[in-house]
């Protein structure tokens, strides 16, 4: 148990909504890291929070957004979902951007 | 542009003998390497590390090689085990330089299995 929780564990909505994706990092851990891994394909990473504050950006849609809230704990918004985004999506957290990150078990989204 | 690379999608290995899973990276700033497990329906979970001022890491039976000339590493298992058998994920940050703010860009993954 790498102590990262992530919620929903699996996610199925239709083209066009909104969903949320939830997560709780690790206690004591400052930075929240969300990846996105589509079939047969490597984890592509899509954002970073640290302390509450956004610390970088990767491939990430407009229609994504994310935050992390005073307690920590970060949530991933998609929205206008297409098919093209279903996919399994990692949260992790460490204690400082210099440490290993340590995964939750992901959330599994199906867009149909 | 993938700049981190795995070339062999899976590797089958005979219990008790060495494994070694392989990456390439085209970055030339990336200083920090990492190899991730995965098994199903988890999260990938950290196993060993290696920065560039180093060529070598070994933590028990698994022990990172870094040729930065080549911009090549390896994982080698040994003894492998058949508890070993997962999805190895090599990842890069340039992280003593500053830049990656933690940022891992991943390869694509080696399935490994280790047959009793």
């Known amino acids: 148990d790498s102590g990262v929780t992530q919620t929903p564990k699996h996610l199925i909505t239709a083209t066009g909504q909104r969903v949320t994706l939830r997560c709780s990092p690790r206690?004591?851990?400052?930075?929240v890291y969300w990846y996105q891994q589509s079939l047969d394909q490597g984890l592509q990473f899509l954002i970073q929070?640290?302390?509450?504050?956004?610390?970088a950006k990767g491939n990430i849609l407009e229609r994504f957004s994310a935050q992390q809230f005073p307690d920590l704990h970060s949530e991933l918004n998609l929205s206008s979902l297409e098919l093209g985004d279903s996919a399994l999506y990692f949260c992790?957290?460490?204690?400082?951007?210099?440490?290993?990150?340590?995964f939750g078990n992901g959330t599994r989204l199906t867009v149909t | 542009d993938q700049q981190v690379k795995q070339n062999s999608p899976s590797l089958s290995v005979q219990e008790g003998r060495i494994s070694i899973l392989n990456c390439d990276y085209t970055?030339?700033?990336?200083?920090?390497f990492l190899w991730y497990k995965k098994y199903p329906a988890e999260g990938p979970t950290f196993l060993i590390s290696?920065?560039?001022?180093?060529d070598k890491n070994e933590d028990g039976r698994f022990t990172v090689f870094l040729n930065k000339s080549a911009k090549h590493l390896s994982l080698h298992i040994v003894p492998s085990q058949p508890g070993d058998s997962a999805v190895y994920f090599c990842?890069?940050?340039?992280?003593?330089?500053?830049?990656?703010?933690?940022?891992?860009?991943f390869g694509q993954g080696t399935i490994l299995t280790v047959h009793p």
């Open positions: 290696i920065s560039s001022i180093k």
């Open positions: 992790a957290s460490s204690v400082t951007v210099f440490s290993p990150l340590h």
């Open positions: 990842a890069a940050s340039a992280y003593l330089s500053g830049t990656s703010y933690g940022k891992l860009t």
């Open positions: 206690s004591g851990d400052l930075s």
């Open positions: 929070y640290y302390n509450g504050e956004e610390r």
């Open positions: 970055n030339s700033m990336f200083d920090y």
